[in-house]
């Protein structure tokens, strides 16, 4: 039996020109049922995540970049570009600290029970996790209480 667990609810998202797999990262078992967790995860028409911006350059330059097709890993399904070999190597060693929360969704949208498309240059990383933002407003709107968006949009 394969039940699909979605942690963002009131999917009404229309797709345009970005996309979204639904992954396998982990089985959970026990005598009485099985099942297997799936999770959403953000990418393009190419199954490529973060619009090719590299995920690990947030936590060691403090800005976004652009990644290199040259250096790719796949996690959950979708492919990271990283802007050195370096980056992808850190990626490899620990994906889910640089992977971003929320399958790469609007974190703000998250917290109020919706998914939104994001935009690389709207970001932040809260207790070590990368978070982005759909629109300015939305970063507004994240910040007027972080502490209890993330809450929010962790459940």
Same mark, same amino acid.
């Given at each position: ?58 936590? @060691?330059?403090? /800005?976004?970049?652009?990644?290199? +097709?040259?250096?790719? $890993?796949?996690?959950? %399904?979708?492919?990271?570009?990283? #802007?050195?070999? @370096?980056?992808? /190597?850190?990626?490899?060693?620990? +994906?889910?600290?640089? $992977?971003?929360?929320? %399958?790469?969704?609007?974190?703000? #949208? ?46």
């Amino acid at each position: 039996m394969k039940t699909i667990f979605l942690t963002l609810s009131g999917l009404s998202l229309v797709l345009g020109s970005i996309s979204c797999s639904v992954t396998e990262p982990h089985s959970v078992s026990n005598e009485h049922t099985s099942a297997v967790a799936k999770r959403l995860v953000n990418t393009n028409s190419k199954g490529l995540a973060l619009e090719g911006y590299d995920p690990v350059v947030y936590f @060691t330059d403090k /800005k976004p970049a652009q990644g290199r +097709p040259e250096f790719t $890993a796949v996690h959950e %399904g979708a492919t990271y570009h990283f #802007a050195t070999a @370096t980056h992808r /190597k850190m990626f490899i060693e620990k +994906p889910a600290s640089y $992977a971003p929360a929320y %399958g790469g969704y609007c974190g703000y #949208a998250a917290s109020i029970g919706k998914v939104r498309p994001v935009r690389p240059e709207f970001w932040s990383i809260v207790n070590g996790k990368l978070i982005l933002q759909h629109s300015k407003e939305a970063v507004e709107l994240w910040e007027k209480d972080v502490t209890g968006n993330k809450t929010k949009a962790d459940t």
